[in-house]
Nanobody, 123 residues
Framework: QVHLAESGGGLVQTGGSLRLSCAAS????????MAWFRQAPGKEREFVAG????????LYADSVKGRFTISRDAAKNMMYLQMNRLQPMDTALYYC????????????????WGQGTQVTVSS
């Protein structure tokens, strides 16, 4: 069993920054991939960024490339999402998720989810 808990959301003005954290506990993550997804009201959950836990390989959605950075601290079982130059379109509930083997854009392939943290960007 894997337990995930997000933190770090909040209200920020356009152009501002936030750093989200995801604390992971439970089973070892040596075979896992972790990712950030987001879901705005009335929209489907969408992939934001993913990272391979051991190798550190990363993947980003086109909409956040150059603005967001995903990272992890394996010793602390923590994953982060540094979000810079935030825009109103980034407003959403942000989730961390975990699965095995490879980074997948499809949220349905992830078996473990946190409860989410709200990010609101005001214009």
């Amino acid at each position: 069993q894997v337990h995930l808990a997000e933190s770090g959301g909040g209200l920020v003005q356009t152009g501002g920054s936030l750093r989200l954290s995801c604390a992971a506990s439970g089973r070892t993550f040596s075979q896992h991939v972790m990712a950030w997804f987001r879901q705005a009201p009335g929209k489907e959950r969408e992939f934001v960024a993913g990272i391979v836990w051991t190798a550190g390989n990363t993947l980003y959605a086109d909409s956040v490339k150059g603005r967001f950075t995903i990272s992890r601290d394996a010793a602390k079982n923590m994953m982060y999402l540094q979000m810079n130059r935030l825009q109103p379109m980034d407003t959403a509930l942000y989730y961390c998720a975990a699965r095995t083997v490879y980074i997948d854009y499809d949220p349905r392939s992830y078996g473990y989810w946190g409860q989410g943290t709200q990010v609101t960007v005001s214009s």
